[in-house]
Nanobody
């Protein structure tokens, strides 16, 4: 599986962005998907994940109520809608995939930068 993120950019505090992650291959539905982020000097953080058919999602406390993860298996695409953005959301955002039954995210995109100014 190859993953490619898009949709990052610069936005003012309170603004919104929608990230997309396009996946290659027709086995996309066999993967649990997630968004991670990493800011300079900080550890990588899992922002949200979603089950293979989208029926179950989890979020980091820091983004609950502001971010929404979703997927379209017909389009092999993962999304992250980010609202009410804060300067502390500034980071490189990565999508990642792990096979159902595996505990390891083995597939990663190159990342897309999100910068939120106050």
């Amino acid at each position: 599986v190859q993953l490619q993120e898009s949709g990052g950019g610069s936005v003012q505090s309170g603004g919104s962005l929608r990230l997309s992650c396009a996946a290659s291959g027709n086995i996309y539905k066999n993967f649990i998907m997630a968004w991670f982020r990493q800011a300079p000097g900080k550890d990588r953080e899992k922002v949200a994940d979603i089950s293979r058919y989208g029926s179950s999602t989890t979020y980091a406390d820091s983004v609950k109520g502001r971010f929404t993860i979703s997927r379209d298996n017909a389009k092999n695409t993962l999304y992250l809608q980010m609202n009410s953005l804060k300067p502390e959301d500034t980071a490189m955002y990565y999508c990642a995939a792990r096979l159902v039954g595996s505990s390891t995210y083995s597939y990663w995109g190159q990342g897309t930068q999100v910068t939120v100014s106050s």
